[in-house]
């Protein structure tokens, strides 16, 4: 093979998405004078491309130079013979095929800094070039540079992130991401899972786990504590997510980095059989209300269930969920109702019922929901966040479903725990 050598050229600006990865100094500063480009590999997918086999540190590059369709979850792995990395740094070039935005991708070296290896997926589409320095022992240095382009994304899946933006929220919420496609395969789920991260401070045990809710089918994977969260704690979500293929070639296109804050630990108490209501906040009673929730035919779940998001008007009707659709039957409804408080996914809220005030307190007179005095109910609805608890018991009903809603806090630590995927 035939080795061309060049002057040193002028530095170049650094990209703005640059990730250099610093790996220890040289013995010198400035370029070699006979730094060069690195030579093409062979089948321009799977060899690496290598520096100059001159005297002088030897750079070999995988994947190789100019190699295309690259698998976004294959790692980058740069060696170096006669010598040792300097620095390493993997730049997107510009954006995607699709026009995301892609990631940068990190690494870091072994001890001997001979080998360095990239330690998360790529974004499908994209092309990235890896620019490589090393150091003989005389203190020569080389500089190698080498691209690539990965695979680019023949199906997408999507993803949402719960909470966002710097909110605020209640001691029940977990972290959440809620996928467009569900994530069939244990190994990707797995996959999903090692690219998460979540930071807290104080520090907070918990676990990452997989539900699905059973009336509308979407999948999500969660992150909650093992008990509810403490007040004040400050919680980071860091989702490496760009390139990991969830089945089928299907893939994530975008990492997702938030941080949210828990605020007042707002617990309700229900008790369906006394028909009351008792509001704590930071462990202290603040409100006891009369209620008048399911009755005997449509009771109200039993089980701790989570402020999913609130409205000061809803339109209600039997027949959305499935009660009624004749206006002859004594159960239909079509009603605009006020102060609406929801913590199910199948419909379960907390409102104002006017037309319920005689039953306050004395009987069960709704189709599952929790109705209340209408000055009751906009107090409720005024200081209600999402992720607040509500506890209800006393009902004939089943406890509720663990993905309807965030229901998951109806199972043990060791049963939340039992539904990670890296279980």
């Known amino acids: 093979m035939r080795i061309r050598t060049s002057r040193p050229r002028a530095a170049l600006a650094v990209p703005a998405l640059l990730l250099a990865v610093a790996m220890g100094a040289t013995a010198c500063g400035g370029h070699d004078d006979k730094a060069g480009p690195s030579g ?78 990239s330690d998360r997926t790529m974004t499908p589409g994209t092309g990235y070039t890896v620019k490589v320095t090393a150091t003989d022992g005389t203190g020569k240095r080389t500089s190698t540079t080498s691209s690539f382009r990965t ?83 400050k919680v980071t979500l860091t989702a490496k997510l760009s390139g990991i293929d969830t089945g089928g070639h299907r893939y994530l296109r975008r990492d997702i980095h938030d941080t949210f804050t828990i605020g007042t630990a707002r617990i309700s108490y229900v008790d369906l059989k006394k028909h009351t209501m008792r509001v704590t906040e930071d462990g202290r009673t603040v409100a006891d209300f009369k209620i008048s929730a399911g009755k005997p035919a449509f009771p109200t779940w039993n089980g701790r269930m989570v402020v999913l998001s609130k409205q000061s008007t809803v339109r209600m009707t039997s027949s959305s969920v499935n009660i009624a659709t004749s206006k002859d039957s004594a159960d239909f409804y079509d009603k605009d109702v006020k102060y609406a408080v929801n913590i199910t996914t199948s419909g379960t809220y907390t409102h104002a019922a006017p037309w319920n005030d005689a039953m306050m307190g004395v009987q069960n007179g709704s189709h599952g929901c929790i109705g209340m005095h209408t000055a009751d109910a906009k107090w409720f609805f005024d200081r209600s966040v999402r992720g607040d608890l509500v506890i209800t018991s006393g009902s004939t009903r089943a406890t509720v479903d663990k993905g ?20």
Do not use: C
């Open 40 to 117: 093409a590999g062979t089948d321009g997918k799977g060899g690496g491309s290598s520096a100059p086999a001159a005297p002088g540190a030897r750079v070999t590059i995988t994947p190789a130079a100019n190699a295309a369709d690259v698998d976004p979850a294959a790692r980058i792995r740069v060696t170096v013979a006669d010598g040792t990395l300097g620095t390493v740094t993997v730049t997107p070039d510009g954006k995607a095929n699709d026009g995301v935005t892609p990631v940068a991708v990190t690494g870091a070296p072994d001890a001997a800094k001979h080998v360095w290896t």
């Open 151 to 233: 695979v680019a994304a023949g199906k997408v899946n999507g993803v949402t992130a719960t909470p966002l933006n710097d909110a605020v929220v209640g001691v029940g919420l977990p972290v959440s991401l809620a996928f467009d496609t569900p994530v069939a395969d244990k190994s990707a789920r797995a996959a999903v899972e090692k690219a998460l991260t979540v930071t807290t401070t104080p520090a907070v045990p918990g676990s990452w786990g997989w539900v699905t809710d059973p009336l509308t089918g979407v999948q999500r994977v969660d992150w909650r504590p093992d008990t509810y969260w403490a007040p004040h704690t």
């Open 404 to 423: 309807n809603g965030y229901g998951e806090w109806n199972l043990s630590t060791q049963a939340w725990r039992a539904l990670s995927a890296l279980a």
